[in-house]
């Protein structure tokens, strides 16, 4: 039977508008004399007045599932019919599939209901007054009522919109909860997420969306990113929350328990899939044939359930239960008449569909995820991940998302490709040739465009345009929060202005107008800490700024060029553009994208009471049994390491066509040279908050002058709050040093305060060469140790095998020669999950000694003990900011690194500026993911997004 087109009688229909004001198709509501309790509201394509006209999608959808085999993702060659997922969940599917939730076996249910249960208030304290929260399919009642009783209890105005194909589920499901909760609201969306959710995009309430239990694990990898993406650019606005569920990975005797019951409840389910197909085809068929009624005796469904069986595996490495279900002897599927037009449109042919004994229909996967997937998805899908609960067992994490206003960067569609590679499954070839696909397409898939593209660009404005004109208001625009540098609004002509001066010169055309801002704000400022007096030459600013508004349509101009000019160079390839417009080009992209981590730290250092916060933001208290992780890794080192950028000599490439693929970097960051380096260790993550909170204090008990030594110590990244504790500045709150999450980040410092709780710790700042090494060795090794299945080449964390000995070893054993690495080929290995690109406006916990939770990366237990070198904060090394032997300075540029190197100071402790390495969380993934990229601050200066690490 399909209910799309008859209800019980006791139904009375009526018209209501959907929740953005629009007319639904067709709308019902179920009414009690003593309470009118819910609206309920149809969306689906089927309850339109003409659809009776048509063959409904999902017969469409049942036919081509059948008769065009597809490959499962990630399983190699094997070819698979399959059926429509949400088969599963007709009536008869859901009442089973609440049985399946009670089961021992099934631990899922259990493990959900505990994370709701012991952090409900933390939960429903993410979900203001005034809010939507709409669940994505029609939730058991025992999970979602827990989260409406708190609701009920502690906020007001709440509407909760419960989704489904299916009405009879929804009528059960809400007519109970409306009952019970009269303070909240109730609606009814029946249809498929595409018809139904696009109508909040228009709301002006607060949202929160539901995606509970496991469904994220019905979708592969790109499947989910595809999906959630469009949840987030149809439905949700910015500040909007989504919560989703994660199955994480376990034992595979649990997972097979789960879905492979004693009382074979699972196999039922399973099977009902083919008669609601049965259902579905044998409804069309009698519409089409003119019937009043949908039970026809004449009609033969298309499958005989008894002739199948299910049967599912799970593939440890990948975190995937697949279940099919097998032909039990040779069957033949006899399409009806009026449907054999339909079939012969999609397969060319309308002959009976045979399928031999034996044969697996695929109906669904269910992945299982590592610590690091809903990190992943948050980047994959445009979103920020902001919490995460788990149960007792870390069996099971419900994670809470935001959308952002902005973001820094778009996905790299590399990423999605890139990861299918990684987790592709060994049955279809061997570890040797798996590995070595990897590396052949892993520089291709992940190495950006030469130039960055038009969307780069938009995205890169984006969050330029959140932080200067919505985190800090138009009043604020003259204050200047650091001396040493301009005023904010210096900043809002500088970008606009540099990158005009190199366009022109890579068009050979005039500047734009008003042509005098490229004189007042083509140079800052960056004067001696120690002698203000002393600084580089930099433009001369005007007796009086412009009006704001004057330097935005002067922006706007800019960028109206730039799109110009990127316009017609993405029509044409890289091989017709000249290298040094290129340059010129890709110059200016990444010196606006560094200069929001300028105009970041300065914000910074404002009042936090003039910081208008782009995000909501709660911070997670500092758990009592997690501590930093003070483990060390060693390496080797070894004679004649390369360090620095190959291949892109400014001279060469002048007046010559750009290479294809081409790697632009700054003057700096070549020539390659060769370096040796002496056997050295480094801690496995930098100081945090908490371990430099514990210096601050012991310098004070051991000092006659606590102030100075506050002076001299206590980080400017930190502020008094009225509690007297410290917290972390950040623009979405400030978070107690010793109580808070924050506890757990990497301390932001000086040099100078770096080099001093070294030496207290009796160790010392690793060399830029050292800090180099380890990590691009080490991001490596932890790329290719997450493939590899075999216990043989597990390192051995034990033994204390220094990294880049462990990665000789690894690529030996699959026959992978490492001298066939070009550069930067490593840098493509820099983890996708790392906190770069505004992922998070603030740091992250590093790993603790419990090495679970939302920040480890682990998926699998490689032994490798984890590290984090790229993201959260920039990594201070003792060496003095000079030249590589063979530099030459950038025509282009000339000043850009040669104003800042210390010849005079050369071998002097003293000297003025220090190399910092990696990426703060507020780097562009261009520059974060190059790990050539040299950047140097004055060892003094204490702003920047820069922690440390110790090594010895």
């Known amino acids: 039977m399909n209910d799309s087109i008859h209800l019980e009688a006791h139904r009375r229909y009526v018209t209501d508008s959907s929740p953005d004001g629009a007319k639904a198709s067709s709308v019902a509501a179920l009414q009690t004399p003593a309470h009118p309790m819910y609206k309920f509201v149809d969306y689906r394509a089927a309850a339109s007045p003409d659809s009776h006209k048509k063959v409904p999608p999902m017969v469409t959808r049942i036919i081509e599932s059948l008769t065009k085999p597809k490959r499962i993702p990630e399983d190699g060659t094997s070819l698979n019919r399959s059926l429509p997922l949400v088969l599963l969940y007709d009536n008869k599917g859901l009442e089973l599939f609440d049985r399946i939730t009670y089961l021992p076996e099934y631990y899922l249910t259990d493990c959900e209901i505990e994370v709701l249960k012991s952090n409900i208030r933390e939960i429903v304290a993410e979900i203001p007054d005034g809010s939507d929260v709409i669940e994505l399919g029609c939730g058991a009642l025992r999970k979602t009522q827990l989260l409406l009783e708190e609701l009920d209890r502690v906020r007001s105005d709440i509407a909760y919109y419960a989704i489904d194909v299916m009405p009879l589920p929804l009528h059960k499901s809400l007519a109970e909860l409306a009952q019970r909760f009269k303070n909240i609201s109730f609606v009814a969306l029946c249809g498929t997420y595409d018809e139904v959710l696009h109508h909040f995009k228009k709301a002006a309430r607060p949202k929160t969306l539901l995606w509970l239990g496991s469904s994220v694990g019905n979708y592969s990898a790109a499947d989910a990113y595809e999906f959630l ?22 034992d595979s005797d649990v997972v097979m328990d789960a879905y492979h019951d004693s009382e074979n ?10 008669r609601h197909a049965n259902s579905i085809v044998a409804d069309a068929v009698a519409v089409l044939r003119g019937n009043a009624t949908l039970s026809d005796p004449s009609l033969d469904g298309l499958f005989d359930v008894s002739k199948f069986a299910y049967t599912g595996d799970y593939n440890q490495v990948l975190g995937r239960h697949s279940a099919y279900l097998r032909a039990r002897e040779d069957i033949v599927i006899k399409w009806p008449a009026e449907l054999l037009a339909i079939v012969k449109g999609i397969c060319g042919s309308d002959q009976n569909l045979v399928i031999k004994r034996g044969e697996l229909i695929f109906i669904e996967y269910s992945y299982k995820f590592g610590p690091a997937a809903p990190e992943m998805l948050a980047r994959g899908c445009g979103l920020l991940h902001c919490a995460e609960w788990s149960d007792s067992r870390s069996y099971y994490t419900l994670n809470l998302f935001r959308k952002p206003p902005a973001t820094i960067s778009p996905l790299p569609a590399a990423t999605i490709a890139a990861e299918s590679i990684e987790q592709s499954d060994v049955s279809a070839f061997g570890h040797v040739q798996k590995l070595q696909a990897l590396l052949q397409n892993i520089k291709t898939l992940r190495q950006p465009s030469s130039i960055p593209q038009i969307s780069e660009w938009k995205h890169l404005w984006s969050v330029w345009d959140l932080l200067t004109l919505e985190i800090i208001s138009r009043d604020q625009m003259l204050e200047k929060p650091i001396d040493l540098r301009h005023p904010f609004i210096f900043y809002l002509g500088h970008l606009p202005a540099f990158t005009d001066i190199h366009l022109s010169r890579a068009e050979s055309a005039p500047l734009t107008e008003p042509a005098i801002y490229a004189e007042w704000f083509e140079r800052g400022i960056d004067p001696n800490i120690l002698d203000p007096s002393k600084c580089h030459s930099h433009s001369t600013p005007p007796s009086e700024w412009p009006e704001i508004n004057d330097i935005l349509a002067y922006r706007d101009r800019v960028r109206a060029r730039i799109v110009d000019w990127l316009t017609v160079h993405e029509k044409q390839s890289e091989r017709n553009t000249s290298a040094d417009a290129a340059r010129h080009v890709w110059m200016s992209f990444e010196h606006e994208a560094m200069h929001i981590e300028t105009m970041l730290y300065m914000v910074l250092q404002m009042d936090p009471a003039c910081i208008r916060s782009p995000i909501d933001m709660r911070f997670a208290p500092k758990a009592n049994d997690c501590t930093p992780n003070v483990d060390w890794i060693s390496f080797n080192g070894g004679l004649d390491i390369k360090i620095g950028l190959a291949n ?19 003057d700096n960051e070549g020539p390659q040279t060769s370096v040796d380096i002496q056997p050295f260790s480094v801690r496995i993550q930098p100081i945090t908050n908490g371990e430099y909170l514990e210096f601050v204090i012991d310098q004070r008990r051991n000092s006659n002058d606590s102030s100075a030594v506050a002076e001299k110590t206590v980080p400017k990244s930190w502020i008094k709050l009225a509690s007297g504790e410290y917290g972390v500045r950040t623009v979405v709150g400030n978070p107690s040093v010793s109580t808070s999450e924050a506890s757990l980040w990497p301390v932001f410092v000086s040099q100078t305060q ?22 691009r060795t080490y991001h490596l090794a932890w790329s290719l140790s997450q493939i590899s299945e075999s216990t043989a080449h597990t390192y051995n964390q034990k033994s204390r095998e220094p990294v880049d000995k462990y990665l000789e070893r690894l690529l030996a054993a699959y026959e992978i020669d490492a001298s066939e690495f070009e550069w930067p080929p490593y840098d493509m290995f820099v983890p ?13 916990p590093e790993a603790t000694n419990k090495s679970v939770g939302r920040y480890t990366t682990n998926g699998l237990q490689t032994g490798l003990p984890e590290a984090r070198f790229v993201g959260n904060g920039w990594e201070w090394t003792c060496t003095q900011f000079h030249p590589f032997d063979g530099f030459a300075a950038s025509s282009m540029y000339p000043g850009y690194s040669a104003d800042f190197f210390d010849f005079s100071n050369s071998g002097d402790q003293d000297s003025t500026h220090y190399v910092v390495k990696g990426a703060s969380y507020a780097t562009h993934r261009r520059i974060a993911q190059r790990q050539t990229f040299r950047n140097w601050y004055q060892r003094g200066y204490p702003y920047v997004l820069a922690t440390f690490r110790l090594c010895k």
């Open 648 to 666: 892109d000599c400014e001279a060469a490439l002048r007046d010559a066509s750009l290479p294809q693929r081409h790697v632009f970097g700054w």
């Open 229 to 250: 993406g469009n949840i987030v650019e149809r439905a949700l606005v910015p500040n909007d929350a989504i919560i989703v569920g994660f199955d994480r990975k376990k």
């Open 832 to 844: 996708e999950n790392a906190n770069i690109d505004f992922a998070h406006w603030h740091p992250l």
């Open 265 to 274: 409840i699972t196999a039922e389910f399973e099977l009902n899939a083919l």
């Open 754 to 775: 770096a080099s001093a709780y070294a030496s207290w710790c009796g160790k010392r700042l690793p060399t830029e060469a050292e800090w180099t090494h380890a990590s």
